[in-house]
């Protein structure tokens, strides 16, 4: 009972026997003399003797008299002073904590705070500050600085108890001796008595002290405060001071005290002095004995016959474990309670001993505020909290309200099991010499807990608290607030505040300035202030001259205006640096509180002076300002090329005239899905088509990508003024704004039009931002105008308008044309093969997998095919079918992501099956499989095919709640509009709406009700519209009716270049025939045997023998096709050139269309930039036929005359990409691809000729030879125009052409070890060997190739020619080639020796060699060559070889020998000492590895076993030259090998040049950029290390994605091991700003996590539950963390709140995550019982059940295990799953049970069949 009173908050007038109970059940015991009181009770028992004699005789059994005393009995359990214990009257020990000028705060026991205010000192002051108010005369008064310091020691009672605002209790203190020694009367003082008392007035000789009894006079003597005083200034009236009564005359009514303070704090209280608990007075020091010793704390005995506690904070902590009971001790009382007779003692050394004192800060300084990590807790004390040992070993302490949230409930076990502690240090506590700490995460997570915790500058958020005449207050915290000044409020002075603020709006601010020591805060609300990009003046220091910042004008003069910024740092504009132009008058320019950007001029830091510029600033910006062309016509159909990306969207330049404009991101698309896609596939220099200017103004231009609202441009359907605005127009706009009451709609031309709340949906709406989305597309209809106001309302519900021309399918056809064209520009970006490989896949693809694992929610699978690709299938996707690891299955794709690299597929056995043709017209039922935004994608039920649909069956469609939403496994009803269409790649085309309300149609409009037209019939019509392409018809029922061009005229009569439907007069009258229907919503061609649709256009003909021919048939598309062949010239009309696909789109009837590529429009390369001029809409062309297509129905054409590629011919290519290895990779007419070499770009070479070519340049080819598929390609002029000039460098086509001695040129294709690497044609490259490459000696081939760059030109000599082996040996000497060296002089090379030079040093080097070898050999030579016996042998034989096969490397080690001698003598020969020399012949081989190749060193040490006898045998036998030959070419085939080896991608580089060489290979491959990150590391570079990654983010194409990320991870890695919290945050912040957020928060919360860093992890995760509170796997990643870290609670909690923020589809499969992991890292039993609720709600989910058992068996007991398969066995489901879940029963029994358990099983199963019948029995 008393637990659960403890939990109510105090309130009213609590009764005795509560009071009693709260403080520990303490019995009273009765104060036998109560003289004080007796006057009280007398009033109190008037009227009420008997309940009073009544209550006097309880009392007597109760309690008793022990002399004179008043005792109490001690108190059962001890703990802390609890603020809920604190009552009026009660007195206590306090510490001056603050002083300030109206009142002071009080340190008290146990951590509590109280406040003094200058009202309770003592009569006396209070009287001088009434005296100061009243009276004129200033007198002589000081203030509480000057009576009180920090530090100094009161007794206080406590006056009053407030509630603050917060809730908290604030403790009102008063140290005015009539409260505090109230319990004492003259009477009972006695000398020796120490009391507290208050100077009343100052005497001659002394002063007279307030001590609080009336009729008693208090008086000190000067001399005793002078001579014993340590402080001997003179005591001032109102100052507290603490006496010893040295004399009690004239019967109490006279006392003289003392001041000594030596003789106070020895003084001890005695029983003799009649201490009671009626006047017992806090500190005072008593003897006492410790009666009972407890966890928690002590009981003592004191004055002979009291009890007092001793609670664990005020024990000696040395001694804690040690008092014995009955050990006496020397106590300080801390606090008295009258009431409930408690009294609390300290035995804390700074309290009891003489001359300590009690220090008001701790020895460590000020640390309150701070975070601390890693701290231990000691000890857990029930009912008052625990204590904490910090890193450093300070002691601190936790109340128990701070062990906990709020309304968390307080499990000490758990708290206390934790081995590490993250708190925060809250206040310390001086009484208690203790910091007291929290450790609440609210608390702990609080950005700002005070206000030194603030800085000028910094943006922060608060709550509106309350509005005041001079401003705002606005809360940061329980704690902090500040003051929003008026003229802050907003960027422009508000009239009324309170019209826009209002009170607990959150709101953001910026701190214009904060003084922690007055706890003053001042904010601003200014946006341009908040907003300001650029950097803020907080000091003067800052502001340099020339520096630009935002400030705000506080002052305007007649000399200037004065600016103040950040933190009170001002400056003064001078009236010439106002403005350009000459003002007189700043006040009537300029207004106080005005923000405005000022440039630094003069600063005098020292001086704080600052003069400041708003003229050089104008200046600034008008002259970077361009002044833009707006030279664009709004409706037009534009290109552009993008300039520039932001957040926001792309600016472009309008081509041809290069005017910039802005395409922002909302406006890329219909589907606001594809917009971010769009936007992240595009990058600068990339060119835009089908763009259309739909406004324009003095500083812009607007560009739109939208279909639909280049559609309503286009048709006209738009109005270009308010004057054309008519009640009832249809418009097609775009949202602009959501507010409260209803949403903006903006249209072209700059028109704005506002839907009411009412007027948005007909649906009801409570909140308009859940109905649209900023950008969104939609159609909106007048129904309103205030032509006074120039505003108009408009209505966006679904049943008040008409679906304009092109929805539905058309919208869908436009959103999936957008996904391809950023699945192929991404492909097209990639290097890689993954991305091309899954742009080519398609929906419904079936695909050969492996499983790679199989989880709960879904499974993954790999193909070899598809290698780094995510493939993954969901749980809806596996229904029904059982997967294994490493199975191999047959899968069905359903999505791909091209940009996440992820492939969506099934497994449904339905959809495996084989596809079932489908009839047009009629309706499916239709189940979704898979949804994508915008996108769904549905199988047609029994039909095993798929399809995609939109989400949204209308631009207007309002989703109020997910219910409303289409999810998987729904099933909708769709309508086959065409059963392959050749825009979804096949896929069915399909149509599906919502069941909505219907609009009423005009008679018009409805032509249901006619009976329509027949096939064949012949009528008459009125021309109405004549297009292009076709005629619009007005037939004579009013419907409309239309003609295609190729329905004309007769097809022998139509021209090349003609336009058909000119011949056609509007307004005429005209003979047709009815041919088939049109869909009016997407103008698709439909023969009339198509079903019947509701509005349809009729499809006619004007031809004359199609009119007369009474037999007139229809005629299938597929027919058609099928009479065409490849080859054949046919007649078609232009209908569409379309620039995002560079196609030109042409039909030849209503119902054939066929595409002609760029390649095979044009003929002349210039034709490329404009191919749309070329060709006008509903031009007569003749075109041959490339390819036909029957699935889907389509073929392609060539203008050219040209439909095949042959060898020998010219034709157009288009640059795919310009690769150095290679030369150009050219995209050529009819798909097919060809390669240039370098060698075959032009007659003349030229230095890097590959600079001359772009992506997308239009070349003219010659086409060589086709080999696999790809095409030769040669560019030479020579070759493409036959009597062009004859080439300077001509082509070499075999090394029969060559001849030694030959001069050529030819370009450097690679420079290794093994030489310089030329290509002299595409097939044929030479070598030229090291010492053939350069006069000039190097040690280092990256010496050449770091001036041979790949592609160099360089003129080269043939030395040799091996036409066997097709090897070229070549020279780049200047001797032989007559040009300069290929290395500069200027390197300071040593020249290589040739010729007689070198014959000479070699002579007499040998000279030398004989010599040293007859002399005595030196030790090191002799250790050395003892060692190697066969390196002194082999010295002897390289006497014996020519100076025709010496290696040049061997002449600088000579030419060193010579140099010193000496040196030889230390070191090992140059053999052994320096880099080993391959062995290379003569001649090499391309064909031979590197395998058989050793170094000279290598191989003398491979025979080295073998004996002196054999080797000298061996060196005599004489080699033929066919061996030797043959050897020479075998160590050339293996510098070849060596050299394929260096160029293998997978050899793993040992040097930072060998990881240079493979990333300009694979620039985007995250694995090498990673192994070149720890490369670095494992040589502790770190700078280079972060370099590296720098490199990596700058060098990866955008493009990839995956592998970008692969790097911020790694970089994040890094910075978590090595760098500080900084750098990490900072790569953090921009990993998200350039990734997916999503998985950068999870990358970097599992680095903290495996990293121990418990608590930044933990933050990280409610940020991300906060930020991505739909997506399902955040909760289960930060649960699965909370139980790794043992916080079961805290993991249940956040259960919870991931069911209210996922929607509740997702709360059972939620539930069921959160008990798996229960089960693995949490509590077993918790787990069970979550899934029994789960399953109790949701018993048939056999699923579930089937994971229950798995768990069970793996962590419950066998009876458990047994309770559970019973349980299941019994559930109401088909036999066939409760015939599984006995095969598993009976498994589990053979595993674990006995025979005996096991017949048990079975005899269940019989019962069961037996009960079942034949059901069970199947």
Not at 355 to 382: F, N
Not at 689 to 706: G, P, Q, V, Y
Not at 1762 to 1772: C, E, G, T
Request: glycine share 6%; charged share 25%.
């Amino acid at each position: 009972m008393a637990s659960m009173e403890e939990d109510f908050p105090r309130g009213g007038t609590a009764k005795k026997a509560t009071e009693r109970k709260i403080v520990g059940q303490r019995t009273e015991v009765d104060n036998l003399f109560q003289q004080s009181n007796e006057q009280v009770d007398a009033k109190k028992r008037k009227g009420g003797a008997r309940d009073e004699s009544k209550k006097l005789k309880k009392q007597k059994t109760e309690e008793k008299g022990v002399g004179g005393l008043t005792l109490n009995t001690a108190a059962k359990t001890v703990e802390i002073l609890h603020a809920k214990n604190v009552k009026e009257g009660m007195l206590l020990l306090g510490c001056v904590k603050d002083v300030s000028d109206f009142e002071m705060t009080v340190g008290l026991p146990c951590g509590l705070q109280g406040f003094l205010s200058i009202r309770n000192i003592c009569d006396s002051y209070t009287k001088l500050l009434n005296d100061q108010l009243d009276s004129l005369d200033t007198e002589e008064m000081y203030s509480l600085q000057h009576l009180f310091h920090v530090g100094m020691l009161l007794r206080c009672v406590v006056a009053k108890l407030d509630v603050a605002k917060g809730g908290s209790m604030s403790i009102q203190l008063s140290i005015n001796p009539k409260l505090v020694n109230k319990g004492l009367a003259s009477s009972s003082l006695k000398a020796g008595m120490v009391l507290s008392g208050c100077v009343e007035s100052v005497e001659d000789h002394g002063y007279v002290v307030d001590i609080g009894l009336s009729g008693t006079k208090a008086f000190l003597l000067k001399t005793a405060v002078t001579a014993k005083h340590n402080n001997p200034e003179e005591l001032n009236a109102g100052q507290c001071v603490t006496c010893q009564i040295d004399a009690v005359k004239n019967d109490g009514r006279v006392v003289q005290l003392s001041i000594n303070p030596a003789a106070i704090a020895e003084a001890c209280a005695e029983t003799s002095q009649g201490w009671n608990l009626t006047n017992l007075l806090p500190g005072l020091l008593v003897n006492a004995t410790i009666k009972k010793v407890t966890k928690h704390g002590l009981v003592l005995d004191f004055l002979s016959s009291f009890s007092g506690q001793v609670d664990f904070l005020h024990m000696e902590p040395q001694q804690a474990s040690s008092y014995p009971e009955g050990l006496q001790v020397r106590a300080r009382v801390l606090y008295v309670e009258p009431t409930a007779r408690l009294v609390g003692l300290s035995l804390r050394s700074f309290l009891t001993q003489p001359g300590a004192s009690v220090e008001p800060t701790p020895a460590g300084g000020d640390r309150i505020g701070e975070v601390v990590k890693d701290c231990k807790m000691t000890a857990m004390h029930h009912m008052s909290g625990a204590t904490l040992e910090l890193p450093d070993n300070t002691p601190a302490f936790v109340h128990k309200n701070h062990l906990k949230e709020p309304k968390d409930e307080l499990n000490e076990a758990k708290v206390f099991a934790r081995p590490e502690h993250t708190c925060r240090i809250l206040d310390f506590s001086p009484m208690d010499q203790v910091h007291f700490v929290s450790l609440r995460m609210s608390v702990i997570e609080k950005p700002f807990y005070r206000y030194h915790d603030l800085q000028a500058g910094q943006v922060v958020e608060g709550t509106v608290s309350v509005l005041l005449t001079q401003g705002m207050l606005v809360h940061l915290s329980d704690h902090i607030k500040g003051l929003v000044p008026r003229t802050h409020l907003s960027d422009i002075v508000l009239k009324n505040p309170e019209k826009k603020y209002v009170v607990g709006m959150k709101l953001k601010c910026r701190v214009l300035s904060v003084e922690p020591e007055n706890k003053k805060l001042y904010l601003t609300r200014k946006k341009a202030l908040i907003e300001s990009p650029l950097t803020p003046f907080l000091s003067y220091a800052d502001a340099r001259p020339g520096r630009v910042s935002h400030g705000f004008i506080v002052c305007i003069k007649n000399f200037g205006c004065i600016i103040r910024f950040y933190n009170n740092v001002k400056g003064l504009v001078p009236l010439s640096e106002l403005s350009t132009e000459p003002i007189i008058s700043p006040e009537g320019v300029f207004y106080v509180g005005q923000v405005l950007k000022a440039k630094v001029l003069q600063c005098d830091p020292d001086k704080a002076k600052m003069v400041l510029s708003f003229k050089a600033v104008f200046e600034e910006q008008s002259e970077e300002a361009a002044q833009p062309q707006f030279d664009c016509e709004v409706g037009k159909s534009l290109e552009a090329k993008v300039l520039k990306k932001s957040a926001n969207g792309l600016e472009v330049s309008i081509l041809p005239d290069k005017i910039r404009a802005t395409l922002s991101t909302m406006h890329l698309s219909d589907h606001l899905s594809n917009c971010p896609l769009l936007l992240e596939s595009l990058q600068e220099g990339d060119l835009i088509t089908n763009l259309i200017c739909f406004n324009k103004n003095k500083h812009n231009i607007s560009l739109t990508k939208k279909p639909a609202i280049r559609w309503s441009l286009e048709e006209g359907v738009v109005a270009k003024d308010f004057s054309e605005i008519s009640v009832g127009l249809q418009l097609v706009g775009w949202i602009k704004n959501i507010m409260s009451y209803g949403i903006f709609v903006e249209f072209p031309y700059g028109l704005v039009g506002l839907a009411p709340k009412s007027a948005m949906t007909d649906k009801f709406l409570s909140d308009t931002a859940l109905a649209f989305q900023l950008g969104q597309t939609v159609v909106a209809k007048v129904t309103n105008l205030d032509e006074e106001k120039r505003r108009f309302l408009v209505t966006l519900k679904i049943a008040e308008i008409t679906s304009p021309e092109g929805d539905a399918q058309m919208r869908l056809i436009h959103g999936l044309r957008e996904r391809r064209s950023v699945s192929e520009m991404l492909a097209g970006r990639d290097d890689g093969d993954l991305r091309p490989a899954l742009a080519a896949l398609c929906v419904a693809q079936r695909l050969k997998l492996t499983v790679d694992g199989v989880k709960d929610g879904g499974a993954t699978f790999k193909s070899d095919d598809l290698t780094g690709a995510t493939i993954q299938a969901s749980k809806h996707d596996m229904m029904g079918v059982n997967l294994t690891e490493g199975q191999k299955v047959t899968a069905v794709i359903l999505h791909v992501d091209v940009w996440t690299s992820c492939v969506h597929v099934t497994l449904n056995p339905k959809l495996l099956g084989k596809k079932k043709s489908l009839t047009e017209g009629l309706k499916y039922a239709a189940m979704v499989q898979h949804v994508d935004d915008d996108f769904a994608v549905v199988s047609l039920h029994g039909m095993a095919q798929l399809s995609v649909i939109q989400t949204r069956s209308h631009l207007n469609e309002v989703f109020l709640s997910e219910s409303g939403r289409i999810k998987v496994g729904t099933t909708v009803e769709v309508e086959v509009v065409e059963a392959a269409c050749e825009e979804l790649q096949g896929l069915p085309l399909l149509a599906w709406s919502r069941s909505s309300p219907q609009r009423q149609r005009t008679s018009s409009e409805n032509q249901s009700g006619s009976k329509g037209y027949c096939y064949g019939e012949i009528l008459q019509a009125q021309v109405k519209v004549v297009k292009p392409t076709c005629i619009h018809l007005t037939l004579g029922d009013g419907s409309s009716g239309r003609v295609h061009v190729s329905e004309v005229m007769e097809p022998e009569n139509v021209r090349v270049g003609s336009f058909p439907t000119s011949s056609v007069k509007v307004g005429s009258t005209v003979t047709a025939r009815v041919i088939g229907g049109r869909e009016a919503s997407s103008h698709r061609f439909l023969p009339f045997s198509h079903p019947k649709f509701k509005f349809t256009i009729s499809e006619l003909t004007l031809i004359p023998s199609k009119l007369e021919n009474s037999e007139f048939k229809s005629v299938a598309t597929k027919e058609k096709l099928s009479h065409l062949k490849v080859g054949e010239e046919i007649t078609c009309f232009v209908s569409k050139f379309h620039p995002d696909r560079k196609c030109l789109e042409v039909t030849t009837d209503p119902s054939m269309t066929g595409t002609v590529d760029l390649l095979a429009m044009i003929k002349d390369a210039k034709d490329a930039g404009h191919p749309e001029k070329l060709y006008r809409q509903g031009q007569a062309v003749r075109a041959k036929v490339v390819e036909l297509s029957f699935k889907p129905h389509r073929f392609m054409l060539s203008l050219t005359d040209v439909y095949k590629l042959v060898k020998g011919s010219v034709t157009l290519g288009m640059v795919a990409s310009v690769l150095p290895q290679i030369g150009l990779l050219v995209k050529l007419p009819f798909g097919c691809m060809g390669t240039v070499a370098v060698t075959d770009l032009a007659d003349a070479y030229k230095p890097n000729p590959l600079e001359a070519f772009s992506k997308d340049q239009i070349l003219r080819c010659y086409l060589l030879e086709n080999e696999k598929g790809k095409w030769q390609l040669s560019l030479r002029p020579s070759r493409i125009n036959p009597q062009a000039k004859p080439a300077k460098d001509p082509e070499v086509f075999s090394v029969h052409a060559l001849k030694v001695g030959q001069i050529i040129r030819g370009f450097i294709r690679s420079v290794s070890e093994q030489g310089v690497f030329i290509r002299l044609s595409r097939s044929i490259t030479g070598r030229a060997q090291l010492q053939q490459s350069t006069k000039y000696f190097v040690t280092n081939h990256k010496v050449l190739s770091a001036h041979l760059p790949a592609n160099s030109l360089v003129t080269t000599k043939i030395l040799s020619i091996d036409i066997e082996e097709e090897f070229v040996d070549l020279s780049l000497l200047p001797l032989d080639t007559g040009k300069p060296d290929v290395l500069p002089d200027s390197l300071g090379l040593p020249l290589r020796l040739v010729d007689e030079e070198k014959k000479k040093h070699d002579l007499k080097k040998s000279k030398k060699r004989s010599l040293s070898e007859s002399e005595p050999v030196t030790p090191a030579l002799k250790k050395t060559d003892s060692k190697n016996p066969k390196k002194k042998k082999k010295k002897e034989a390289k006497k014996s070889r020519t100076d025709d096969n010496d290696s040049g490397v061997e002449v600088y080690f000579r030419e060193e020998e010579d140099k010193d001698k000496a040196k030889l003598a230390t070191q090992p020969p140059p053999g052994s000492a320096g880099p080993s020399r391959l062995q290379v012949a003569a001649s090499f081989s391309w064909d031979v590895g590197l395998s058989s190749l050793k170094p000279a060193s290598a191989a003398q040490d491979r025979d080295s076993s073998d004996g002196e006898e054999q080797e000298e045998s061996a060196k005599s036998q004489k080699k033929s030259r066919h061996e030797v030959e043959q050897e020479d070419k075998a160590v050339e085939k293996a510098l070849v090998q060596r050299e394929m080896e260096l160029m293998d991608p997978n050899l793993r580089p040992e040097d930072a040049t060998a990881f240079e060489r493979l990333l300009l290979a694979s620039p985007n491959s995250s694995l090498l950029w990673l192994q070149y990150m720890a490369h670095h590391l494992q040589a502790t570079q770190i700078e280079q290390a972060r370099a590296v990654a720098e490199r990596a983010l700058k060098t990866i194409s955008f493009r990839e994605e995956q592998e970008k990320l692969n790097v911020w991870v790694a970089l994040l890695n890094l910075e978590n091991m090595y760098g500080t919290p900084e750098t990490l945050r900072k790569v953090f912040d921009r990993a998200v700003q350039f990734c997916e957020p999503m998985p950068v928060y999870q990358q970097l919360a599992d680095i903290y996590a495996k990293s121990d860093k418990t608590k930044e992890a933990e933050g990280l995760y409610k940020t991300m539950v906060k930020r991505f509170r739909q997506n399902k796997s955040v909760w289960l990643s930060y649960g699965t963390f909370l139980l790794q870290q043992g916080q079961s609670d805290a993991a249940s909690a956040l259960l919870q709140r991931a069911l209210n923020s996922l929607p509740s589809k997702e709360s059972v499969d939620v539930i069921t995550k959160f008990a798996q992991l229960e089960f693995r890292y949490g509590d077993a039993e918790k787990g069970r019982n979550m899934f029994d609720k789960v399953l109790t709600s949701y018993p048939k989910r056999t699923d579930l059940w089937s994971v229950f058992i798995d768990l069970m068996v793996k962590h419950g007991s066998q009876k458990e295990v047994r309770a559970l398969f019973d349980r299941v066995i019994h559930l109401s489901v088909s036999a066939k799953k409760i015939k599984f879940f006995f095969k598993r029963y009976l498994e589990y029994e053979k595993k674990h049970g006995t025979p005996q358990s096991i017949q048990v099983v079975k005899e269940k199963a019989v019962e069961f069949v037996e009960a079942k019948g034949t059901e069970a029995a199947c």
